[in-house]
């Protein structure tokens, strides 16, 4: 809070989510999205969407035993919903065993917006028929 009584959202620029013109952070989501029973962690990234600009996009590791269906994604996405904005809710959630980390055990955001970034161009490339084929 600075002398006038305002206060100033900091953090990383790189955390930072811009969506539909809204700033959401994507620590925020993170907290919510391992509030739900189903999720023992989590990371969110802004995933570049050809149709929106960016999408917000967790990452999750799943607790033992539940399954990694469209309905456990839909059971998260009402959850945040239900505690956040519904701009700032996963439009996609991607289910995986691990998240990356670094030496020190923080989790390399870099790694997991470059996976989306190449499964976007990968799909564009798809999507234009390209022949890849060599």
Do not use: W
């Not at 999750?60 to 239900?82: F, K, Q, Y």
């Amino acid at each position: 809070m600075d002398a006038d009584g305002y206060f100033t959202f900091q953090s990383r620029t790189d955390n930072l989510i811009v969506a539909s013109g809204y700033n959401i952070a994507a620590t925020e989501v993170e907290e919510v999205v391992v509030t739900h029973p189903d999720v023992l962690e989590c990371a969110v990234i802004g995933r570049p969407d050809p149709e929106k600009g960016t999408i917000v996009n967790a990452f999750v590791v799943l607790r033992d035993g539940v399954d990694p269906g469209p309905e456990t994604a839909d059971a998260i996405r009402a959850h945040v919903r239900s505690r956040l904005a519904i701009y700032k809710c996963p439009r996609r959630i991607d289910v995986v065993t691990a998240l990356p980390r670094n030496p020190s055990g923080k989790v390399q955001h870099f790694v997991l917006r470059e996976r989306a970034a190449t499964e976007v161009a990968a799909a564009e490339v798809e999507a234009a028929g390209v022949d890849t084929s060599v």
